[in-house]
């Protein structure tokens, strides 16, 4: 009767075991439990040793750590894929002109309103309609400009989201931590299973959020590190938090260190990249791109004569000197373009040696622009700009000069008077001398040594920029989905239940169960036959 | 043998299902747009090609209307030389008929002859496009010509400006005629150095660089001769106005052109005889003018022809870049439909399955 208890108890745990499997046939991350059935000690009976039944030693799950830690892996490199793949897809439609949006026709559309204007110099229409598509232009640039800064602003509050959703994972691995470490105190095996199934759960998350990486400690809690700094130790976790920069950015700190540069994966590392991806490329190139289209029309436009015959006059608001202070016992205390056509249109860094001698590096192209002793007050000159500086600094300060962050935001029309449009070339009061108008359309089909190429050209790369950027990211998404999938495919074969499987088990120890049962009524009924004698 | 879970089962069903049906909804937008090439990264070097392309059509479309309105231009000042060519010949035509003694009735009917065409000259010299003189240079706000009484000569008042329009990317074509080219006569010589009757007669010329107005100075006979005469023309209406008064034997500020009629009689027939060869090669210059003006239309004619003979080919580059082969995508959709039926129908077909179905 023992023996059949013993099935019968047997076959209780494997069908709760099955149950159990069955239930969570849908919960992701789950591992398939396995009862381990053994045969219980040997009695002696009669001279001889008599089995005794089978017991239970214990619940397994089919896990395998070489894949979940490869899915660890992929998954930090998908996570990167699908936040780079969301940040630039949304980016391509700035540009998308198929759409009717980017910039490409206004772009057309306000030089050949200078062919228009060129065709009846004198009249009002013409130069009103070149008001028009200037407007268009304008709105254009700035609508273009806008949605770039919204993307990046969408992509720091991203960061800054993902740092909370690190933390909330954060606090539960160390959490579960605490919780195998007591179910698992003084067992050699995994007891813990259904925690430890949770808590890789967990990682796998995380791990799609950031480049994470752990090992577990010999009690069964893991430490985690992200970024070089410990996430989380045993039952214990640091704090990650977002923190806005100069330049407007979000930055990731954990336990208050900046660990911006080190985020290289996850959706965290992929939003990272989309953002420096974006400011280098797109916003920086389209605001290279205004700031020629407005020197260069601005000094054709200050060479010719209105119909009130002014001269010297800007068609565009003036190109203003924007600077990023990093300093902390220095400032700019003033900037200023000083000569239009010396400028390049590039981005410099004002840096200090110990010695007290400063350089102007040109950040496009590497080289010095200007280096002296720094002087406290005194104007630094270099390729058309002037800057001064006042304050002590230090080897660590830098500044950023730049003819390109206001570009856009500074754009408009500085010309609200038709008569002041500088269509004439030759001289004051001639009303039907359209060459400089001529000049200004010819710009259009012009390469302008600022950018290496015409107007249209460089619009066309960074069209080529925003379409082959998002078409690789959508490529690499695919390619990492499908490595994802396929790497889930190998854990499911080995973790993953299968209900055919569990149905057939089911009926295995149902069989058993009723088997054990039977054993029982037949003890019983000998037992009877033995009291009715 | 990979080991299959349901879980795994059911997630390979979903990817594929969500796969065709991506792929279906990308082929009907294809369909719906009629372009292959929705956004930059369906085809980024396509992208900008048909950017390029489109810059191009629109530029020479520009180009085109550029050169459809010095077409206009062209053409009114065309029709104003072949009315000045009309009015020298028939200048010339009475100079053949009245420069040898005529009655006195005669000669004033030449004379308000004369005047009509001098005014008519004038009026054709002032032509008008819009608000725009056509033969002031760039003073195009400003009569070309006007009659100083002063000076009782006509004037230009316009410059040497010439007014471009542009045709292609760096060409541009002139499309205006300054006035001084027009109407102010140069002599290319040999000029006449003697009148029919021997008396000599001598023609100086000076340009000014400023505005281009040639000025003719006519001396007729010798200094210290009873019919010594000089007089300046600078433009057409000037000789016609000299035309005019000389045949009423009178200089053009009104006084007879001398004391006695019998000098003032010589004076006036020499004048005539004088302003001949003016006014042919007047006529003549005319003539260059409406040559370089029926040169001009037909290289912007050409031009044109040539725009849109580029836009086709720009077009169907455009369209075979961005837009859809209309029999391919529905064949490509034709095609995604059975796949996603063929799908949904093994799909439909494994999930039903299931051991549990058996069980009793």
Redesign the interface.
Do not use: C, H, M, W
């Given at each position: 009767m023992g023996i059949g208890r013993s099935a019968i108890v047997a076959s209780q745990t494997a069908m709760a075991t099955i149950n159990n499997n069955i239930a969570n046939?849908?919960t992701p991350g789950y591992s398939?439990q396995d009862v381990m059935l053994e045969l219980s000690l040997s009695v002696q009976r009669g001279g001889q040793l008599v089995g005794s039944g089978v017991t239970v030693a214990g619940i397994k799950r089919h896990y395998d750590r070489f894949i979940e830690s490869q899915i660890l892996g992929q998954n930090q490199v998908l996570g990167r894929a699908t936040a780079f793949d969301k940040a630039l897809?949304e980016m391509?439609?700035i540009?998308?002109?198929?759409?009717g949006l980017g910039l490409?026709?206004t772009l057309?559309?306000f030089f050949?309103a200078w062919?228009?204007v060129?065709?009846?110099?004198?009249?009002q229409t013409p130069r009103l309609m070149l008001f028009n598509k200037t407007d268009a232009l304008i709105r254009n640039a700035t609508a273009i400009e806008s949605s770039l800064t919204d993307n990046i602003k969408h992509i720091n509050e991203e960061v800054a989201n993902i740092s909370g959703e690190i933390n909330t994972f954060a606090e539960k691995i160390a959490s579960l931590n605490s919780e195998i470490v007591v179910a698992e105190t003084g067992s050699q095996t995994e007891t813990a299973i259904g925690l430890r199934d949770q808590r890789q759960k967990l990682l796998s998350d995380l791990s799609n959020l950031a480049n994470i990486s752990m090992y577990e400690n010999t009690d069964g809690s893991v430490n985690v590190s992200l970024g070089s700094r410990s996430l989380v130790s045993g039952s214990r976790y640091n704090i990650m938090s977002s923190k806005v920069n100069i330049e407007g950015n979000s930055d990731v700190y954990l336990d208050g260190t900046n660990i911006t540069g080190n985020i290289s994966s996850g959706q965290l590392g992929g939003f990272l990249m989309a953002r420096q991806d974006i400011t280098d490329n797109a916003l920086y190139s389209i605001r290279r791109l205004v700031a020629s289209v407005n020197k260069e029309v601005n000094l054709l436009h200050q060479a010719g004569f209105g119909l009130d015959s002014s001269t010297g006059l800007d068609y565009f608001n003036a190109l203003q000197v924007s600077s990023l202070d990093n300093s902390t016992g220095a400032d700019i205390t003033s900037s200023s373009i000083t000569n239009m056509s010396q400028l390049t249109l590039d981005e410099y860094d004002v840096t200090f040696d110990a010695l007290g001698s400063y350089f102007v590096t040109d950040r496009q192209t590497g080289t010095v622009a200007d280096t002296g002793i720094y002087t406290s007050g005194a104007a630094i000159s270099f390729d058309g700009m002037q800057i001064t500086i006042t304050g002590a600094v230090t080897a660590n300060d830098t500044f950023r000069v730049s003819p390109l962050t206001s570009s856009i935001s500074n754009f408009g029309r500085a010309i609200t008077d038709y008569k002041q449009i500088a269509v004439?070339g030759?001289a004051a009061g001639?009303?039907?001398?359209?060459?400089n108008s001529?000049a200004m359309?010819?710009l259009?089909?012009s390469s302008i040594g600022d950018l290496g190429a015409t107007f249209?050209d460089y619009?066309?790369?960074i069209?080529?920029y925003?379409?082959?950027s998002?078409?690789a990211a959508?490529d690499s998404l695919t390619f990492e989905t499908n490595m994802m999938?396929e790497m889930?495919?190998q854990r499911?074969?080995?973790?993953?239940?299968?209900?055919?499987e569990e149905?057939?088990k089911?009926?295995q120890f149902q069989r058993a169960f009723e088997a054990g049962a039977r054993m029982v009524r037949i003890a019983d009924e000998m037992m009877q036959t033995i009291l009715q004698l | 043998m990979l080991r299959v879970s349901s879980f795994m089962l059911y997630e390979q069903l979903k990817k594929a299902l969500q796969s065709d049906i991506s792929d279906l909804t990308r082929k009907n937008l294809n369909l719906t747009t009629g372009k292959r090439i929705n956004k930059p990264s369906d085809d980024p070097a396509g992208t900008i090609r048909v950017l390029d392309y489109k810059v191009s059509i629109s530029l020479n479309d520009q180009y085109k209307r550029n050169i459809q309105q010095a077409g206009i231009f062209l053409g009114v000042a065309d029709k104003a030389l072949g009315s000045s060519q009309d009015s020298l010949a028939e200048l010339s035509k009475i100079l053949s008929y009245g420069d040898h003694g005529t009655s006195t009735k005669d000669s004033n009917f030449y004379s308000s002859q004369a005047a009509l065409y001098r005014d008519s000259l004038l009026d054709t010299a002032n032509s008008k496009l819009g608000e725009r003189y056509l033969f002031s240079g760039y003073q195009t706000d400003t009569q070309a010509f006007t009659f100083d009484s002063t000076t009782n000569h006509y004037v230009y008042n316009g410059d040497l400006g010439a007014m471009s329009v542009s045709v292609d990317r760096s060409g541009v074509a002139q499309v205006n005629i300054q006035g001084s080219k027009a109407f102010s006569v140069t002599m290319p010589g040999p000029t006449p150095t003697s009148l029919s009757d021997g008396t000599p007669v001598s023609y100086s010329q000076v340009t000014d660089p400023n505005t281009g107005v040639n000025t003719i100075t006519v001396e007729i006979g010798n200094a210290g001769d009873l019919d010594h005469d000089t007089f300046t023309v600078s433009n057409v209406m000037d000789v016609a106005n000299y035309m005019s008064f000389a045949w009423k034997g009178q200089d053009v500020d009104g006084t007879a052109l001398d004391a006695s009629a019998v000098v003032a009689e010589q004076k006036s027939q020499h004048r005539l005889q004088a302003l001949y060869p003016v006014v042919k090669d007047a006529s003549t210059q005319l003539l260059q003018n409406q040559t370089e003006i029926g040169t001009r239309e037909a290289f912007l004619k050409d031009r044109s022809t040539r725009l849109d003979n580029e836009n086709l080919t720009l077009e169907s580059a455009r369209s075979t870049a961005e837009d859809a082969d209309m029999n391919a995508t529905l064949v490509d959709i034709k095609m995604a439909e059975v796949a996603l039926e063929a799908l949904r129908s093994s799909s439909a077909q494994i999930i039903s399955q299931s051991l549990f179905n058996f069980l009793q």
């Open positions: 046939v849908n398939r897809s391509e439609q540009f998308n002109d198929s759409s490409s026709k057309t559309e050949t062919q228009e060129a065709n009846y110099p004198e009249g004439s030759s001639l009303p039907g001398d359209n060459a001529i359309a010819q259009a089909g249209n619009y066309r790369s069209v080529s925003a379409g082959s998002s078409s959508s999938t889930y495919s499911d074969a080995v973790s993953g239940v299968s209900l055919d149905a057939i089911l009926i | -």
